[in-house]
C-alpha cells in the first residue's frame, strides 16, 4: 500500500487532517493576498510590502527551535490543537480593524507577527506529526499531499480573495480566515493518536546542541539545509511583491493579482500531486538538481516579462519547480533522522525555509525601493541561480560514485 498513489489518504487520520487543512490554508491564502492588496493600497510601497512579510516571517527566527524542542517533549496533537485555536484570533482581529475603518499599515504589521508567533510553534509540530499518523513508508505521500493541499488552497485562496475584494470587501477575506481553523481543532480532537511525552536531560541548549550536533555530522542534510536558506532568502519572498507587478507592470488589478498568485500555486500544486501519484523518487538528487535550477530560470524570466499570459505561465513553473525541490527535501530529511530529534531537526528546516523570509522581504523590498521591484527580484534570482549550480553540482558527483 505505502508505495501505490495517494497511499497516505487510505488512512482516515490523514484523511480528514488532509480536508481540513485544504479549508484551513484556503482561508490563509486568502488573508496574504488581502493583507498584501491592503499593505500595498495603503502605502505604495514596496519596502512596506516587505516589512509586512517580514513581520510575517520574523517570529520563525525567534521562537521556532524553541517550537522544534516542544514538539520533541510534548505530544504533537495537543500542541496544534494549541496553536490552530490561538490561529483564529490574529485574522479575526484584522477583520474588525478593516470592518471599522481605522485599519493602517502598522495594524496589518502586527497582526502579521502575531500570525508568524503562532506558526513558529505550530509547523515543527505539523511536519513532525505526519510520520505519527503515516508511518515512515508513507511519509513522501503524506508530505506531497500536505504539499498538495497548500497549494491547492494557494490556488483557491487568492482567486476567491480577487473576487471577494471587488464584490464584498476586504474585511470578509480576513472574517472567512478566523473561521477556516475550527476544521482543523475539531478534527484533530477527534484523532485517537495520543503521542508521547518525554523530558529533555540536556535542558533547552543542551537539546538544540544535540540537534545542531546532528545535521553538523550529516553533509547531504547539511547541505539541503543550505540550499533551502538561499531559495529562502533570495526566491520565495517573490511573492511579496507580486501586487506591485499586477498594479504597475502588468495593470491587471486585484482580480489578476488574485489570478498571478494562483497561477504560481497551480504549478505547485501540480508537482505536489505528481509526486504523491508517483509515491516516491527513485534518484532524488538528480530531481532536486533540476528543480533548482529551473526556478530561479522562471523567476528571472518573470521579473522580464510585460505579458501577462507569460508572466503567468512563469509564475506557474517556479511554484512547479520550488514545490518540487522542497516536498523532495522534506522528505529526505525526515528520513534519515532519528524519531527522537525529528522536531529539532525539522525546527531547523522551518527557521530556514519561513525565518530567512524576514531578511530576505525586507533585503529585497530595500533594494526594490531604490533600483526597482523588477531589477532587485532579477538579481535575487541570480544568486538562486548560482547556488543551484553549486548544489547540483556537488549532488551530480556525488552521484555519480554512489
Keep these: 500500500m505505502p508505495d501505490q498513489p495517494f497511499s497516505a489518504l487510505y488512512l482516515r487520520n490523514f484523511r480528514l487532517f488532509w480536508v481540513a487543512q485544504l479549508i484551513s490554508l484556503s482561508g490563509t491564502w486568502m488573508h496574504m493576498m488581502a493583507q498584501g492588496w491592503l499593505v500595498y493600497r495603503l502605502t505604495r510601497s514596496p519596502l512596506y510590502l516587505g516589512i509586512a512579510g517580514a513581520a510575517l516571517s520574523l517570529p520563525m527566527l525567534l521562537f521556532t527551535l524553541l517550537g522544534g524542542i516542544l514538539a520533541d517533549r510534548y505530544p504533537k496533537r495537543d500542541i496544534l490543537i494549541v496553536t490552530q485555536s490561538l490561529g483564529v484570533i490574529p485574522p479575526l482581529l484584522m477583520g474588525v480593524l478593516t470592518q471599522t475603518g481605522v485599519v493602517n499599515v502598522w495594524h496589518a504589521i502586527a497582526v502579521a507577527f502575531m500570525m508568524g508567533t503562532v506558526n513558529a510553534f505550530d509547523i515543527p509540530a505539523r511536519q513532525s506529526f505526519l510520520v505519527e499518523m503515516v508511518g515512515r513508508g508513507r511519509l513522501l505521500n503524506a508530505i506531497a499531499l500536505n504539499s498538495a493541499a497548500f497549494n491547492g488552497a494557494r490556488i483557491l485562496g487568492p482567486m476567491a480573495a480577487g473576487l471577494i475584494i471587488s464584490e464584498v470587501g476586504l474585511p470578509a477575506c480576513f472574517f472567512i480566515n478566523a473561521l477556516s481553523f475550527v476544521p482543523v481543532v475539531l478534527v484533530l480532537k477527534r484523532m485517537n493518536i495520543k503521542g508521547l511525552s518525554r523530558t529533555g536531560a540536556g535542558g533547552v541548549f543542551g537539546e538544540l546542541e544535540e540537534g545542531l550536533r546532528f545535521l553538523l555530522g550529516h ?42 498568485m494562483g497561477f504560481a500555486g497551480a504549478g505547485a500544486f501540480a508537482a505536489a500531486m505528481m509526486i504523491a501519484f508517483r509515491g516516491g523518487i527513485e534518484k532524488k538528487g538528480r530531481y532536486m538538481s533540476v528543480a533548482v535550477l529551473t526556478f530561479p ?45 525529528r522536531g529539532r531537526v525539522m525546527s531547523v528546516y522551518s527557521l530556514l525555509f519561513l525565518g530567512m523570509a524576514p531578511v530576505g522581504n525586507s533585503l529585497i523590498g530595500f533594494v526594490a525601493d531604490r533600483i526597482g521591484t523588477t531589477r532587485a527580484l532579477a538579481i535575487a534570482g541570480g544568486i538562486c541561480l548560482l547556488t543551484g549550480a553549486l548544489f547540483s553540482r556537488a549532488w551530480m558527483r556525488k552521484t555519480a560514485r554512489g
Excluded: C, K
Design 219 to 260: 553533509g547531504e542534510i547539511l547541505s539541503l539545509m543550505v540550499m533551502i536558506a538561499v531559495i529562502s532568502l533570495f526566491g520565495i519572498p517573490f511573492s511579496q511583491f507580486l501586487p506591485v507587478f499586477a498594479e504597475d507592470v502588468l495593470h491587471i488589478g486585484a482580480r489578476g493579482l488574485g489570478y498571478l
Design 297 to 341: 530560470a522562471a523567476l528571472i524570466t518573470f521579473t522580464m516579462s510585460r505579458y501577462y499570459p507569460l508572466s503567468a505561465v512563469t509564475l506557474a513553473v517556479t511554484g512547479w519547480a520550488v514545490v518540487s525541490f522542497l516536498a523532495t527535501a522534506n522528505s529526505f530529511i525526515q528520513l534519515n533522522v532519528r524519531d527522537e530529534l
